[in-house]
């Protein structure tokens, strides 16, 4: 949003400099982003008229232009084909100075030219370098640009957030200045004649009052159109809009003074001067002002003439009905259109324009009569347009404005500063607030134009800004200090083991293929089988909410395996969403991996080693030890996807977790990734469940241990894992460490049988054990064996 001081000061004193004026603003909310006087940048660029125009002989794209200022005359070389003999134009003569360059003479493809004839960008009033800058016809020949185009006038550029529509016009930003210096605002009402021989032909229906609560029309007769005057072009330049004709260029001054987006049909080309308001139709098509057929959206709101379309509500007009030089009655819009759906239609039609930004973020539904006759005065003062004194006003719904209550004690409290009640009121009433008082508070009725405060502490941050946030005192939030959480310290903590071990995280996306779950090859029954589909995926193989990783991760692999990678190992923490009866499915938390070819390549050292169950199975126990939780339980399983006999459900405790395996091969063919592929997926939330208070740290004992190697004798079904944990139980607390080192099967043990054998370390406490203690353990151990296992002791 561009605004100059010198239009600030129609609407208010300011009797503080620019730098001072910037620092209030912002400090208030209204960020500065820029100040120039463009015309410092500017010397020797004077008025000039075209004479004559003529094609250049040694190319095609070049004119050669005989222009003369105040009784001298020059010719330039030119590239630009926009202006026409007669147009007055900006000439930076020989030795003039523009941003970035010097002008020079120059001889271009054999033709000499004394100066250069400049575009709105060249000058720094716009960014159009598409042509030159046509100046007003009134436009004094010979004058220096930099007053002409009021290049001498200081600019501010502001950034207006989306919460502020109220800032997007040098009305409401001036609002702002005499808030902040404690200046009244001025406010001029529009006069005009209104002749009682012109009447209004208009009719205005309104379909959608939701979309279109209010649509104002004035009708005005025999305007005479041609170009505006200078004083208004200089300003609508300054701000980067370019003039076009005094009608078109009343309704974009009048949009950057009040704020408010205006349209000016041509009433001869509108069918019967109908204006009907309402939605698109299936299959309807509109040719707007930039020349664009568009194809419609049923939700797209239109002006039309009753049977077609004229207008895009509150974006653009139509090429059919705009005003042109043949124009001579005029019918001006002023409407409020509901601020989502311009916003939907302007994304839809990829059209952005200074009017939807202003609808789309909330406009005042009030302003719609004040700006219409601004417009309206304008017109007729500058295109010779007769008013008439009708006002067709349809109000279909009526806005009510916004009543909040305001406890002076809690904006001290919220603000950390005491503020008499009536400095809060007053403050409220500088922006033209209605205050009012009420027992121990203030009653607040918000203007129209104030969209963004509906709250309490809405008014809080009003009183504040404006009281001034460098006034706040500095002091640090009260609580407890900052932390993760002791679930989030121990995911951070499981990556880093993780990754320590040299598996390499992935992170893969939550949308995936239900094909990709079919890969896998479960059971009918199996919830993972079951998935929440998106309705608008944006692509086919992502339209369902994953219940697995293990897809991905099994991409992953295969992407890997496609360079050449001779082993890759990959985990991944993240959530899988299963179906419900609620409108949202339950997300748990799931880590799993996917490990394929070799762990180590082969070296100098030592061969290849290859990823198999026992080393993926090491990794989860490294992890789990890693968090401070005992060793988790593995027992033999089958099931798809994995292979027959070489899988495992994992659990923790009691609790189950999940399973790791090595897949089955028509899984590894489906996913074309190589066989002996392993993977696991363990629920994370028993895991977090069972986490330590805290990590419980042992001094090492001073005393040597004493260590037996005993060898136990099971059915051959007995899993190793359940007889290393009866050693223990039943050892205990001697015992602190059981390792199995050999598995035997063979004749010395009998068919169905295997011999386990275990090293076992002992200690007591504060001595060294003796070897009739360690022997005592054993004895105690061998009954619990016998008794849960069947197992009998050779040690």
């Not at 008439?388 to 916004?402: F, N, Q």
């Not at 949308?511 to 995926?537: C, F, H, Q, W």
């Not at 169905?752 to 203690?773: I, N, P, Q, Y």
Request: proline share 6%; charged share 25%; aromatic share 4%.
């Amino acid at each position: 949003m561009r605004v100059t001081l010198n239009w600030l000061r129609e609407f208010v004193d300011i009797d503080i400099d620019a730098e001072k004026l910037v620092e209030l603003l912002n400090f208030s909310g209204t960020k500065v982003e820029s100040v120039r006087t463009p015309g410092d940048d500017l010397h020797g660029v004077v008025v000039a008229e075209v004479l004559n125009i003529e094609e250049h002989p040694n190319a095609d794209s070049l004119t050669l232009v005989d222009v003369r200022t105040d009784g001298e005359e020059q010719r330039v070389v030119c590239g630009a084909r926009n202006f026409s003999v007669g147009d007055r134009v900006p000439l930076a003569r020989v030795g003039a100075r523009l941003p970035g360059m010097d002008i020079t003479e120059r001889k271009i493809r054999g033709q000499v030219s004394r100066g250069m004839l400049c575009s709105g960008a060249e000058l720094g009033v716009s960014r159009d370098h598409s042509g030159i800058l046509v100046l007003p016809p009134d436009a004094e020949l010979g004058a220096d640009v930099v007053p002409t185009l009021g290049l001498d006038d200081t600019l501010l550029e502001l950034e207006i957030t989306l919460n502020r529509p109220d800032c997007m016009s040098v009305l409401g930003v001036a609002r702002e200045v005499a808030a902040l210096t404690g200046q009244t605002l001025r406010r001029s009402e529009s006069k005009f004649d209104t002749p009682t021989d012109v009447g209004s032909p208009v009719k205005v229906a309104i379909e959608d009052s939701q979309a279109c609560p209010r649509y104002l029309v004035r009708y005005i007769e025999g305007a005479k159109i041609g170009p505006s005057p200078q004083w208004m072009a200089t300003r609508l330049l300054a701000c980067g809009v370019r003039p076009i004709s005094n009608v078109v260029d009343v309704t974009n001054y009048v949009l950057l003074e009040l704020g408010h987006p205006m349209h000016a049909f041509d009433a001869d080309k509108v069918a019967n001067q109908a204006i009907v308001v309402r939605r698109a139709r299936k299959g309807e098509r509109f040719t707007t002002l930039d020349g664009v057929e568009r194809d419609l959206h049923r939700d797209d709101l239109l002006i039309t003439d009753g049977a077609k379309p004229i207008g895009l509500a509150g974006i653009m007009g139509g090429e059919a009905t705009e005003v042109s030089e043949s124009t001579s009655n005029v019918i001006l819009e002023s409407a409020y259109f509901d601020p989502d759906t311009i916003a939907f239609t302007a994304r839809r039609q990829n059209l952005r324009t200074e009017a939807s930004a202003r609808f789309e973020r909330g406009m005042d539904v009030e302003m719609a009569p004040v700006a219409a006759a601004r417009a309206a005065q304008l017109m007729s003062e500058l295109a010779g347009g007769r008013v008439s004194a009708t006002v067709l006003d349809e109000h279909a719904k009526r806005l009510e404005r916004v009543k909040v209550r305001l406890r002076p004690s809690r904006t001290d409290k919220l603000l950390g500063i005491s503020i008499p009640p009536a400095e809060q009121a007053e403050r409220l009433r500088s922006i033209e607030m209605e205050v009012s008082d009420a027992a121990g508070a203030l009653d607040v009725l918000v203007p129209a134009f104030r969209p963004d405060v509906t709250r309490e502490v809405d008014l809080i941050e009003e009183v504040g800004r404006l009281h001034g946030f460098q006034e706040l005192p500095s002091t640090l939030p009260r609580g407890a200090a900052g932390g993760l959480e002791r679930y989030q310290r121990a995911e951070r903590k499981l990556r880093q083991v993780l990754a320590d071990l040299g598996v390499f995280e992935a992170v893969t996306a939550s949308l995936i293929s239900p094909e990709d779950v079919e890969k896998l090859g479960l059971d009918e029954s199996n919830p993972t089988r079951r998935m929440v589909e998106v309705a608008n995926p944006m692509v086919e193989d992502e339209r369902a909410m994953r219940t697995t990783l293990l897809p991905s991760l099994l991409r992953a692999v295969a992407l890997n395996r496609s360079q050449r990678s001779q082993g890759v190992g990959l985990f991944e923490i993240a959530r899988i969403y299963e179906p419900t009866n609620e409108a949202l499915p339950q997300e748990g938390l799931v880590l799993a991996g996917a490990f394929s070819g070799l762990r180590r390549e082969q070296e100098w050292t030592g061969a290849a080693r290859p990823w198999d169950f026992f080393r993926v199975k090491g990794v989860l126990e490294a992890a789990f030890e890693g968090l401070g939780l005992g060793p988790p339980g593995f027992v033999p399983a089958s099931g798809m996807p994995f292979h027959p006999t070489r899988a495992a459900t994992v659990s923790l405790g009691s609790a189950p977790l999940g399973a790791l395996g090595e897949l089955h091969p028509d899984v590894c063919e489906r996913f074309d990734v190589a066989e002996r592929t392993l993977v696991f997926e363990l629920s994370l939330a028993p895991v977090f469940e069972d986490l330590p208070e805290r990590v419980q740290l042992q001094e090492p004992s001073r005393f040597p241990a004493a260590y037996i190697d005993m060898a136990v004798v099971v059915d051959d079904a007995v899993a190793a894992s359940k007889v290393g944990d009866v050693i223990a139980r039943a050892g205990a607390p001697e015992v602190v460490s059981v390792r199995l080192f050999d598995v035997y099967r063979g004749e010395q043990v009998g068919d169905g049988m295997k011999s386990l054998a275990f090293a076992l370390e002992l200690r007591v406490e504060g001595r060294t054990m003796t070897d009739d203690e360690a022997l005592q353990v054993r004895d105690r151990i061998l009954p619990a064996l016998q008794e849960r296992t069947g197992g009998t002791i050779r040690a």
